[in-house]
């Protein structure tokens, strides 16, 4: 069974970063996020923490410091993240998020061309 992990907006930065690569100590983490974000060691240890609370994440030590590493899948946080989205903002209706990116003038030529290919490929499967 898939777990809901609810990550939030500054969790999933620090995922990313595990994501890219791990494991990490919480100084690398905010090495990689400070440009971005100007976040303490304290904060990042904050989310690292919530992480471990939740999960998402797992912790090894090495050399007397903590790595971390994501437990949590990319595809499954993303899959996860698109559910709770499109049953939020669109009342769980798929034609309605496509019917709001159509409608917004923000679909570009090959965003459509893909999107053609992907429902192709889901009609063939079928």
């Known amino acids: 069974m898939e777990k809901n992990w609810r990550i939030s907006d500054s969790e999933w930065l620090v995922l990313r970063c595990l994501w890219k690569r791990s494991p990490l100590e919480i100084k690398e983490i905010q090495g990689m996020l400070q440009a971005e974000t100007g976040w303490t060691g304290n904060m990042v240890r904050s989310l690292v923490v919530r992480l471990l609370d939740k999960g998402a994440i797992g912790a090894e030590t090495q050399d007397r410091y903590f790595r971390y590493y994501p437990i ?47 429902l192709k490929k889901m009609d063939e499967e079928e």
């Open 72 to 118: 949590a899948a990319e595809e499954e946080c993303i899959r996860q993240e698109t559910r709770s989205f499109v049953d939020r903002v669109f009342e769980g209706s798929v034609s309605k998020l496509f019917a709001a990116f159509a409608g917004s003038g923000k679909l570009s030529e090959k965003d459509r061309r893909e999107i053609e290919a992907m």
